[in-house]
């Protein structure tokens, strides 16, 4: 390669990667991978906010049997046992939610949760709060398929296994 052609490369390589901005200050154009580098850590971040709402917000309440958790069990009539087992299903998916190898698998999990949520809401609470577990699936399926790559990955470990 001549050193023109090398010098025209390089320059064409780097203005696709420098951000261009108009007189403005305003960037007109990003590389791909600042793009995806931002994609990443606010997916990652979603995630942990996630994980938090449902380890704290939603699981946390109905372990430690707080009245707000234990009413709605009660008149859905599936008791204490019914809401231990949500609770730590909630846990294990906020867990799950930041691993990376399993965070596809529980956003797939936390969703058909949800589905039952809104079932309940519909059947047993006139629909009352049935918008929340629909805005919570919206989240979920966007990590679920935006981390379906690691799913072929989980099935080798568990292939390895066996």
């Given at each position: 390669?001549?050193d ?5 490369s ?11 901005t108009s007189?403005?200050g ?5 590389s ?6 931002r ?32 009413e ?26 930041l ?33 929340t ?5 919206v989240?979920?399926s966007?990590?679920a398929w935006?981390?379906r790559?690691?799913?072929?990955e ?7 296994r066996?």
């Open positions: 390669m001549s023109s052609t090398a010098s025209v390089s320059a064409a390589s780097a203005a696709a990667v420098a951000p261009a007189g403005t305003i960037v007109i154009a990003e791909a991978t600042a793009r995806g580098r994609a990443r850590i606010a997916l990652r971040a979603l995630q942990v906010v996630l994980a938090l709402f449902y380890g704290l917000a939603s699981a946390l309440p109905k372990l430690i049997a707080h009245p707000s958790a234990v709605p069990f009660e008149k859905i009539g599936w008791g204490s046992a019914g809401m231990y087992s949500i609770g730590v299903l909630e846990l294990l998916g906020a867990v799950a939610l691993i990376p190898v399993l965070s596809s698998v529980a956003a797939v999990s936390l969703s058909a949760l949800m589905v039952g949520a809104f079932i309940t809401q519909v059947v047993v609470f006139d629909g009352q709060y049935a918008a577990p629909l805005i919570l699936i989240p979920l966007l990590i935006a981390r790559g690691h799913n072929a989980l099935l080798r470990l568990i292939r390895r066996s």
